[in-house]
């Protein structure tokens, strides 16, 4: 297992969803919700895994099929409901909750789908307190770290020849 700071889990975990597809303000917004996990004591790396395996098969609210956390909680977010509301067929709804205030699971929060009740009373992310520092596999850190690699640009020669990286000596 490997140590990382709460701010180097944020921005793990916003790579790694830029990586998966996700646009960049959905990604800053999954890193966010991948804190609050870490803090809770929740595996955040083994759910960002299963989330960003599962990305791309997920649909928008309002569509047939599982819908999609990370796009669900920006839905809400943009239009508040007034009163209670709920989500059929949320997949991942760890996220949901981690990404909105007001929301519970009517179902184990770290299920693949469940069926999400959005209004009061309040969060539901309370198991134990992680800390400051939160743990991750090597396998998790290594599954996600190659997502986030998809947002790195590529070298290329002319880059290297305007002096783009540290070629064979970094001496800074």
């Known amino acids: 297992m490997t140590e990382l700071s709460l701010n180097e889990v944020e921005t793990l975990a916003a790579k790694a969803a830029r990586g998966g597809g996700y646009d960049w303000g959905l990604a800053e917004e999954v890193g ?12 955040w790396s083994g759910a960002l895994r299963a989330l960003l395996a599962e990305a791309a098969g997920f649909v928008a609210p309002g569509a047939e099929g599982t819908v999609c956390p990370v796009r669900a909680a920006a839905w809400v977010n943009d239009a ?18 981690a990404m909105l205030r007001g929301a519970e699971a009517t179902t184990d929060l770290e299920a693949v789908r469940a069926d999400v009740r959005l209004g009061p009373p309040g969060p539901r992310l309370q198991r134990g307190y992680g800390g400051q520092r939160a743990s991750i596999s090597r396998d998790d850190l290594d599954a996600l770290g190659a997502y986030a690699a998809r ?13 783009a990286g540290g070629g064979r000596v970094d001496d800074e």
């Open 80 to 97: 508040p409901p007034e009163g209670e509301r709920v989500l059929r067929d949320v997949g991942r709804p760890i996220w949901l909750v």
């Open 32 to 43: 966010r919700a991948a804190v609050a996990l870490a803090r809770g004591g929740y595996d």
């Open 151 to 163: 947002t790195y640009v590529p070298e290329s020669d002319s880059s290297r020849r305007r002096g």
